[in-house]
C-alpha cells in the first residue's frame, strides 16, 4: 500500500465521493463517511442499496479487488457495517498509536482554536 495517505474528493451531494489511491486512515475514512451520508440523502437511496451505491468508489486497486472479491457479502451489510469491515481491513495494524499521540500531544505554541480543532477532528475520525 502506499505511504501518502488517499484523499477524498466529492463533485457535489449529487454525486459520491471518490476515495483515491493512497494509505487509508482514520481521517479519510471519516471524510469519505460523511460524503457518503450527504449522497445517501441528496439520492434517497435506500439503505439495503447504500453498499452497492458506493462499492465503486474506491480508487485503490487493493481495496477494488477486496470489495470485488467480497461483494455479495459486504452488499448485504449496511452502511456502517461496511465501514467496520473496510478499517479493519485496510488501517494500519497501529492507527490507534497514531490516533493515541494526536490526542495526548501538548498545545506548545499551537493557537487554542486551532489545538482543539484538530482534537475534535481527530475524536470524530473513530467515532
Known amino acids: ?23 487509508i486512515t482514520m481521517e479519510n475514512i471519516a471524510e469519505f463517511t ?11 437511496v435506500a ?5 452497492s451505491h458506493v462499492s465503486f468508489c474506491f480508487d485503490d486497486p487493493h481495496v477494488a479487488a477486496w470489495i470485488d472479491v467480497n461483494n455479495a457479502v ?16 485496510f488501517l494500519s495494524a497501529s492507527w490507534f498509536l497514531e490516533y493515541g499521540k494526536c490526542i495526548a500531544s501538548a498545545q506548545h505554541d499551537t493557537p487554542f482554536t486551532d489545538w482543539s480543532a484538530a482534537k475534535r477532528q481527530a475524536n470524530q475520525a473513530v467515532a
Open 1 to 23: 500500500m502506499p505511504n501518502a495517505p488517499a484523499s477524498v474528493s466529492q463533485a457535489s451531494p449529487g454525486h459520491p465521493p471518490i476515495m483515491s489511491v493512497g494509505r
Open 34 to 44: 460523511s460524503g457518503v451520508k450527504q449522497y445517501f440523502i441528496y439520492k434517497a
Open 47 to 51: 439503505a439495503d442499496a447504500h453498499v
Open 74 to 89: 459486504l452488499t448485504a451489510l449496511t452502511f456502517d457495517a461496511f465501514i467496520l469491515r473496510l478499517r479493519a481491513k
